[in-house]
Structure formats: C-alpha cells, structure tokens
T-cell receptor, first 113, second 115 residues
Framework: DTGVSQDPRHKITKRGQNVTFRCDPI?????LYWYRQTLGQGPEFLTY????????KSRLLSDRFSAERPKGSFSTLEIQRTEQGDSAMYLC???????????FGPGTRLTVT | SQKIEQNSEALNIQEGKTATLTCNYT??????LQWYRQDPGRGPVFLLL?????KEKRKERLKVTFDTTLKQSLFHITASQPADSATYLC??????????????FGSGTRLSIRP
C-alpha cells in the first residue's frame, strides 16, 4: 500500500512526558500537513511543509510542539511536557504541489493521563 | 475570522433517499471547496473539489453545488445506501489560487442511512 502511514496508531502517556509521532507521506508528494482532531470536531490545521521547509504554523501550535521534515520525506511531530488537553487524534496528510486534494493517514490517537 | 458551519451534527435518512448536507461559510471567499468522508477511527478521504467558477460537480452518486453569493455548498448523495453512513466534512482553502496549502474544516455532519 502506498498511502500515508503514521506510527504509532495509539499512544498513551502520562502528563509531563514527551511524545513523538512519525508520518510517512505518499512518496511523490512534496507537501505534508499535520492536523489535530478532537471528538465531534473537524481536523484543525497545525503546520505544513513543502519539501523540507516548514512554511506555516498555526497559532494553536504552542512552543511545546515541534515538527520536522529533515529530508523532505517523512515527518515527525513532537509534543514536549504533554498536558491532558493534548489528548486528540493527530492526523498527517500529504499532497502533490498543484493538486488540491489531501490524502490523510489513519492518525495517531494520543491519550494523556 | 473565517467560520464554517455544517448544517447539523447528525442526519438520519432512509435507504434509497437523497441525502443533502449543507456547508455555510462567512468572512471569506474561497477559491475552491472540498468535501471529505471520514469513518470512525480513520483519517478523512477526499471525495470532491469544486472551484468558485463552477456551479456544480458530479461523481457517480455524489453531487456538489457551490453558491458564492449565498456562501454555501450543498452535498448530495443520491440513492443512498447504508454503506454511505459516515461523517462528511466540508473544507475551504485559505490561500486562494495558489496550490493547496492551508485549508480549514467544518465540524462535519454524521450521516446515518437506515435500511
């Protein structure tokens, strides 16, 4: 399968711990996006990359959040000092420049206890 | 700030009928609008995109309309089937004619098709 993959699918962590999620986009896609989704809401934009450059970050993305895409392929999203409010589904999507539709991965469900 | 409203949190209709979902937006004039389907525990799946200069777009049993005067899009599923049961999300671009970058999603409408 050549779709977007995310790892892990589920993560349970204690408040105050750091977590890191990985996203592998569709190989020929040069744009990569991170979203956060809570129950009953649509995905909320967090940040996006074109190749390895991070071109936009949401104001929702506090200093505890950082994302990288070092070689323009996979990306990581790290949350430091997790809080209970960080519990959500974290979705990654990719697209090819020039095409508007985004292809989403299955998400990583984070539970902070 | 930009705001997207989807007509209802949940919609229940009988199999075979046409489901109509509504997406309204304010404070912006998007160049295009997208509809996605999301099943529980999974990521959204792209369905259709309609541009501001298009009134209507069709794909199999799906039809989308886009009225930039009313700032509204309607999403129709004809001859609905239980397998169409899912949450449907409306999404707008925020950066106009340039390639896709930042889009914002509505909160979705949960559609249930009963046999």
């Amino acid at each position: 399968d050549t779709g977007v993959s995310q790892d892990p699918r589920h993560k349970i962590t204690k408040r105050g711990q750091n977590v890191t999620f990985r996203c592998d986009p569709i190989s020929e896609h040069n744009r990569l996006y991170w979203y956060r989704q809570t129950l009953g809401q649509g995905p909320e934009f967090l940040t996006y990359f074109q190749n390895e450059a991070q071109l936009e970050k949401s104001r929702l993305l506090s200093d505890r959040f950082s994302a990288e895409r070092p070689k323009g392929s996979f990306s990581t999203l790290e949350i430091q000092r997790t809080e209970q409010g960080d519990s959500a589904m974290y979705l990654c999507a990719s697209s090819f420049e020039g095409l508007y539709e985004q292809y989403f991965g299955p998400g990583t469900r984070l539970t902070v206890t | 700030s930009q705001k997207i409203e989807q007509n209802s949190e949940a919609l229940n209709i009988q199999e075979g009928k046409t489901a109509t979902l509504t997406c309204n937006y304010t404070n912006y004039s998007p160049a295009y609008l997208q509809w996605y389907r999301q099943d529980p525990g999974r990521g959204p799946v792209f369905l259709l995109l309609i541009r501001e200069n298009e009134k209507e777009k069709r794909k199999e049993r799906l039809k989308v309309t886009f009225d930039t005067t009313l700032k509204q899009s309607l999403f129709h599923i004809t001859a609905s089937q239980p397998a169409d049961s899912a949450t449907y999300l409306c999404a707008l671009d925020l950066l106009g004619y340039s390639s896709a970058s930042k889009i914002i999603f509505g909160s979705g409408t949960r559609l249930s098709i009963r046999p």
